[in-house]
């Protein structure tokens, strides 16, 4: 069985400040795992995906997140919010060989000016 | 433009009146699928297809239809809404292949049953 857990609903940072939104996942298999962004009124954009390849996976707009297998995370960070930033963040598990993705909660990032 | 195209992106309807949301993607994808998203729930998995003719439930099926009678399209169907399932809806397409491909998402169609 797979889940995930993202460990803030809320996240506030100033502009220009670091970004760090938490994901925890859970797979009986080696997943692949993603990072999703939300603006408001608007569908799901792909950040970024770890599909076992390197570790430190680079996506858009300057983030970036780690796949970290003995801690079972995948947290993603970005060095300095915009204020383009601001939106809701989803963390998304598939197993391999499978048609169903879980979706974490959901992060509402807030970049204060 | 690659792009998934959801109609309509806004309905407001009443219990029981039979609707249909329409989902087409350019892409030739395999694969589609329906979410709904609720505060604090996240996105949540209604019906995927893999392909032509051949459909599955995810997680959330009841209440919910879907067919796939051409590989471009995956009409979502209520037959007969209920309060509860008003929601925002999107749907999703990808290529071919294992759970490592990611999904390109429509812009979302908010329902609200009343």
């Known amino acids: 069985a797979q889940s995930v857990t993202q460990l803030d609903s809320h996240v506030s940072v100033s502009e220009g400040t670091p970004v760090l939104l938490r994901c925890n996942y859970s797979s009986s298999y080696s997943p692949s795992l993603f990072w999703y962004v939300q603006h408001p009124n608007k569908g799901l954009q792909l950040l970024l995906k770890?599909?076992?390849?390197?570790?430190l996976v680079k996506g858009i707009n300057g983030f970036e997140a780690e796949f970290k297998k003995s801690e079972t995370s995948f947290h993603l960070t970005k060095p300095s919010a915009h204020m383009s930033d601001a939106a809701e963040y989803f963390c998304v598990v598939s197993a391999p060989g499978t048609y169903k993705y879980i979706f974490g909660t959901g992060t509402r990032l807030k970049v204060l000016a | 433009e690659a792009q998934v195209t959801q109609n309509p992106r806004y309905l407001i309807t009443v219990t029981g009146k039979k609707l249909t949301v329409t989902c087409s993607q350019n892409?030739?994808?395999?694969?589609m699928s329906w979410y709904r998203q609720d505060p604090g729930l996240g996105l949540r998995q209604i019906y995927y297809s893999m392909n032509v003719e051949v459909t599955d439930k995810g997680d959330v099926p009841e209440g919910y239809k879907v067919s796939r009678k051409e590989k471009r399209n995956f009409p979502l169907i209520l037959e007969s809404p209920s309060p509860n399932q008003t929601s925002l809806y999107f749907c999703?397409?990808?290529?071919?292949?294992?759970?490592?491909?990611?999904?390109?998402f429509g812009d979302g169609t908010r329902l609200s049953i009343l």
């Open positions: 999703a397409s990808r290529a071919r292949g294992a759970g490592n491909q990611p999904q390109h």
């Open positions: 770890y599909t076992s390849a390197a570790t």
């Open positions: 892409m030739n994808h395999e694969y």
